[in-house]
């Protein structure tokens, strides 16, 4: 009877057995876990994207303070639809830019953020394009001549470290504050990330060995800032008749 007993406790049936129980014990407790972590990872989600709102207007924050500092300088907050016009239905805050761009761009809405910092009034636009590898996405401020870049603010979902991860870095976001997005006849021309040195106000250094991520930068700020055009146009006119 022994024998048979330690038999059966070793057999495949019982090791498969014993597999599948501790699989769904394992698998029942990361699933509770992820569950019981969502709200805080939402949290901490949230409260690094005030952060970096902020950052383009040179407001230092923690992200433990990025709430309330983005509560007092942030001061309308708002979802264009392509025609330059306001959709009340929609939180600006909520849009996910990942999925709206995969949207077709009559289709899309575009968030805005209002801030006043020490008496000056900017427009900050939120970003997303393709670096090397992945994703690249950040914010850019604009002074109230909607012309003059305030600050910038990049992140990446994996790019090459040293190269293309380097436009995190703070000499590269600080290179674009004072750049114009028009040119002296009035269009759109944006900030490209060139080599050799940058020579105009449309320019900015690029960095050594990551020239896709640099084009990658370039491209997604003339295409963001392009769709917000009809706004900023209607915005540069009433400036004008003030």
Not at 71 to 98: C, H, K, M, R, W
Not at 124 to 153: E, H, M, V
Not at 206 to 221: L, Y
């Amino acid at each position: 009877m022994e024998e048979k007993s330690v038999n059966k406790t070793n057999s495949n049936g019982y090791t498969f057995l014993f597999a599948i129980i501790m699989v769904l014990v394992v698998a029942s407790v990361l699933a509770f876990t992820a569950t019981s972590l969502q709200p805080t990872q939402y949290e901490n989600v949230r409260q690094e994207k005030m952060q970096s709102i902020l950052n383009t207007i040179g407001v230092e924050t923690d992200r433990a303070g990025a709430e309330e500092l983005y509560n007092q300088y942030i001061t309308e907050t708002v979802a264009l639809q392509p025609d330059g016009s306001i959709d009340e239905g929609v939180d600006a805050f909520a849009v996910d830019l990942a999925k709206e761009i995969k949207k077709d761009g009559s289709e899309q809405v575009f968030p805005l953020y209002i801030a006043n910092y020490e008496g000056e009034k900017y427009y900050i636009i939120p970003l997303r394009g393709n670096g090397l590898w992945n994703a690249i996405f950040g914010y850019i401020s604009l002074q109230d001549d909607i012309n003059t870049i305030k600050g910038a603010t990049f992140d990446h979902l994996g790019e090459t470290p040293g190269l293309g991860a380097q436009i995190t870095k703070a000499w590269f976001r600080e290179s674009f504050a004072g750049k114009k997005i028009y040119n002296e006849a009035g269009m759109l021309e944006g900030v490209s990330v060139v080599k050799g040195g940058a020579s105009t106000d449309h320019e900015v250094d690029a960095i050594s060995g990551a020239t896709i991520t640099g084009d990658g930068v370039s491209d997604m700020i003339s295409e963001r800032l392009e769709h917000y055009l009809p706004f900023f146009e209607e915005q540069r006119d009433i400036n004008i008749t003030e």
